[in-house]
């Protein structure tokens, strides 16, 4: 499978970000994805309302104290013994591969954010980050095959919030991105040259403008739209080990440029409030809510020389998900949802071959008692049975694309919270 930038966008429907996605919802699965995410998003503490801001006596110009209001330096480092045993029908045989994978990380990230009026708040930022990807090699009857790769780089990222209304607001991102290659993705099986050098760092520039906001007491609204330019993506590509091998091994290569641009929107509008005191059933304080989350996926090869400007397989190019939810001043609420894919995507770089849509009806009920904080559910999932794709194994030699989603479902849980 190819991989998402360390951006907060990926082809995945319910990726966190600045809009209402489909991972609001309590229960929701992860749809079908070409990616898989990979770090925390680097707008987070842009595309938000600052939590720390300056405030600038008019009408001289904002400018910063000489302090970073956010700064942090992180370092981590994790190891995995990887090694191979040969398979004599079923029995242990000899050590083939015996290993060390080291992969360390050092970064520094530094931020400052200003008032330029009172309503428009601008952020500047930057990460430098250094990162060593080691294998350290103890089955050496073959030779020693240690080895290590180091990456480096500074991304910058600027930004703002415009608080055009007391309760709306306007903000804009630009940012780099950088990833080293994991190291499973350098070790994998598929690699041909077996050395650390195959795969470049993943770069990107990312940008970002939306709007969010409240109107009354009924209305929440949160839109955003992206695009993000990458060189080198980093993707999976799944090839047979030998000839009419039954089985396939993945081999990771970078793609020269491709790009991922997008909308993601959703909204929350309260239909009706204390529908059980106007029909005599009860007191004040219960509502029925509409929520609606949407995003538009477009990921493309750029110019590629093998695919031109095909789609990126593995996205479903539109997901919506629509809830409709009654909460009762007793605690008691209940929930039907539907999550729709109304086209297929493709499942292969050469645009061949897709999935089919779906749309999937499920349901939800639980009690919240409040003044132990403790909540149980109940949900049923698939209520119709529908047979649909519910993830994908992307450019697969043997043409084994398609993992199945289950069945009618169902789960149950109890969940406390400590105040």
Not at 131 to 159: H, I, M, T, W, Y
Not at 327 to 338: C, K, Y
Request: with cysteine; net charge positive; aromatic share 10%.
């Amino acid at each position: 499978m190819a991989r998402s930038t360390s951006t907060r966008r990926s082809p995945t429907p319910s990726s966190t970000g600045t809009a209402i996605t489909a991972s609001r919802y309590a229960g929701a699965p992860t749809p079908p994805s070409a990616t898989r995410s990979r770090a925390a998003p680097p707008f987070a503490s842009i595309s938000g309302t600052p939590t720390a801001r300056k405030s600038c006596p008019a009408p001289s110009p904002c400018r910063s104290s000489g302090a970073i209001r956010d700064s942090k330096i992180r370092a981590s480092s994790s190891s995995v013994r990887n090694g191979n045993l040969q398979n004599l029908s079923g029995h242990r045989g000899a050590l083939t591969k015996n290993q060390i994978n080291i992969a360390t990380n050092v970064g520094a990230y530094a931020e400052d954010q200003f008032d330029i009026v009172p309503t428009f708040t601008a952020v500047v930022g930057g990460r430098a980050q250094y990162a060593v990807r080691e294998v350290r090699d103890r089955f050496l009857s073959d030779g020693n095959q240690s080895d290590s790769v180091d990456f480096f780089s500074f991304v910058p990222k600027l930004g703002f919030v415009w608080k055009v209304a007391p309760t709306g607001q306007v903000f804009a991102n630009a940012s780099r991105s950088y990833e080293p290659p994991l190291v499973l993705e350098l070790t994998a099986p598929g690699q041909i040259g077996g050395e650390l050098n195959e795969l470049k760092a993943q770069k990107a520039w990312q940008f970002e403008v939306g709007t969010r906001g409240t109107l009354g007491n009924r209305v929440t609204w949160d839109v955003a739209l992206y695009d993000i330019e990458l060189w080198d993506e980093i993707r999976n590509v799944n090839v047979q080990p030998f000839p009419f091998a039954p089985f396939t091994i993945p081999r990771f290569t970078n793609i020269d440029r491709s790009r991922h641009t997008g909308v993601e929107a959703g909204a929350d509008v309260v239909l009706v409030r204390d529908a059980a005191k106007s029909m005599g059933l009860g007191a004040t304080g219960d509502a029925l809510t509409a929520r609606v989350a949407y995003t538009y996926s477009r990921f493309v090869f750029v110019d590629d020389p093998t695919f031109n400007n095909n789609d990126l397989p593995g996205a479903p190019r539109h997901f919506v998900r629509g809830e409709l939810r009654y909460d009762h001043l007793s605690g008691f609420w209940i929930a039907p949802n539907v999550e729709w894919v109304p086209t297929g995507y493709f499942v292969n770089s050469e645009n061949t071959v897709r999935t089919p849509s779906y749309a999937l009806g499920n349901v939800r009920v639980g009690y919240d008692h409040k003044p132990t904080n403790l909540s149980v559910y109940f949900e049923a999932r698939n209520l119709a049975a529908q047979s649909y794709v519910s993830s994908v194994v992307v450019d697969n030699a043997n043409g084994r694309f398609f993992e199945p989603g289950d069945g009618r479902a169902f789960y149950g849980g109890v969940s406390w919270r400590f105040k």
